[in-house]
């Protein structure tokens, strides 16, 4: 085995001395290195603390608009006679809210596209655009199966899933 730069040639004692001097020499490197992390923990606490508040201010907004009546409910976008949201339109291009502005998918959190599930009592199917719920509805089907009824929803990016009363469930377009 090759000898590394001759260190089997140093003494104990000389050995010993260049440790310590190689403690000494990072002595001031560890301490920047640690001013360096307390200022990136800083730095990324002001970023986490301003997403938030980005996040609080979307749900406030949402909660307001919801307030003043501007959103429909799913309920009343199938049952409304007049179109609320542009038809056709697939479940995809909308976003749902609870009313707590809580921004939900629709359907199993593992799904790959938003579903609702409606009924007529025997017969369940799987729903993907608004037209297709409005005509459903229409003709006497109801949201969810005859064990569930309602919409079942996610909170995004979770595994939370729910059902709910399609009164609970609000839509509006997605923007851009």
């Known amino acids: 085995m090759a000898e590394s ?3 089997t040639q140093i ?5 010993a001395g260049r440790i310590r001097e ?3 020499e990072m002595g001031p490197l560890e301490e920047s290195l640690g001013r360096l992390r307390v200022e990136v923990q800083r730095l990324a606490s002001e970023q986490r603390r301003r997403e938030r508040q980005r996040h609080l201010r979307a749900r406030l907004q949402v909660r307001t608009t919801l307030a003043q009546g501007q959103l429909p409910s799913l309920q009343q976008a199938a049952e409304s006679l007049e179109e609320l949201l542009p038809n056709p339109c697939a479940l995809g291009t909308l976003r749902f809210f609870r009313d707590s502005g809580t921004e939900v998918g ?3 959190a593992t799904g790959r596209e938003p579903t609702i599930w409606m ?5 369940t199917v799987a ?3 608004i037209a297709e719920v409005r005509s459903r509805y229409l003709m006497g089907w109801d949201f969810g199966t005859s ?3 309602g919409v079942r929803i996610h909170i995004l990016n979770t595994r939370t899933e729910k059902v709910v009363p399609a009164t609970e469930v609000f839509v509006r377009l997605r923007d851009g």
Do not use: F, Q
């Not at 003494?11 to 050995?15: A, K, Q, T, V, Y």
């Open 127 to 129: 729903v993907r655009s």
């Open 106 to 108: 629709l359907g199993y």
């Open 22 to 24: 190689l403690m000494a």
């Open 5 to 7: 730069n001759g260190i």
């Open 11 to 15: 003494s104990d004692d000389d050995l």
């Open 147 to 149: 064990a569930h009824p």
């Open 119 to 123: 009924t007529n009592g025997g017969e």
